[in-house]
């Protein structure tokens, strides 16, 4: 017996197979008829509420081109992203990510997105994206292409970029501890405001 989801009554899979099998049980066949079909459209309703609401997410989201609460903005123009971070006396922070990374939500959960809220100039470009950017040497490419030309692997990837689209601190790849990542980032900034 495979089980699938909740079970009615705080009952255990064990426990239905073995309440199912006590002898002098009559009643127990079509007890069980009933839990399942309580599971069954318990399970349905659930997965129609979720998909609803995912649903309206994404068409709130994208009805007024915001930027969704959990992503950083894509990046549509380098050297534009470059002059704005400039700008702010500040080198551009690139983050290269990849679609389900869980590393990469976490670094931009708990690190990225908070700087990016307080003014950080921060854009993030996608392992295997065909989102079409314009690249610091004017041509538009995607974003794929931009992280084999940026020769990246790993994600996540930070890169730091200064005067002229060239990197001016080392690059962060792949997941530090949590522990050190905040003070990682932070002298990584540093040393890219330094040299910008």
Known sequence: MRWRGPVTFGQ????KSRLARSPGNALMPVLMAKITTQETATRRDFCRRAVSLVGAAFAL???DGAVPSDALPASRSLP??????LAKDHPLIVMVSLAGCAYCHAARRSYLLPMWREGVPLVQVDMRSQAVTVGFHQQRVTHDQLVQQWRISIAPTLLFFGSQGREVAERMEGAYLPDFYGSYLEARIQKAREAR
């Open 12 to 15: 255990t899979p064990w426990l």
């Open 61 to 63: 989201g994208s009805a």
């Open 80 to 85: 534009q992203e470059l002059a704005a971070a």
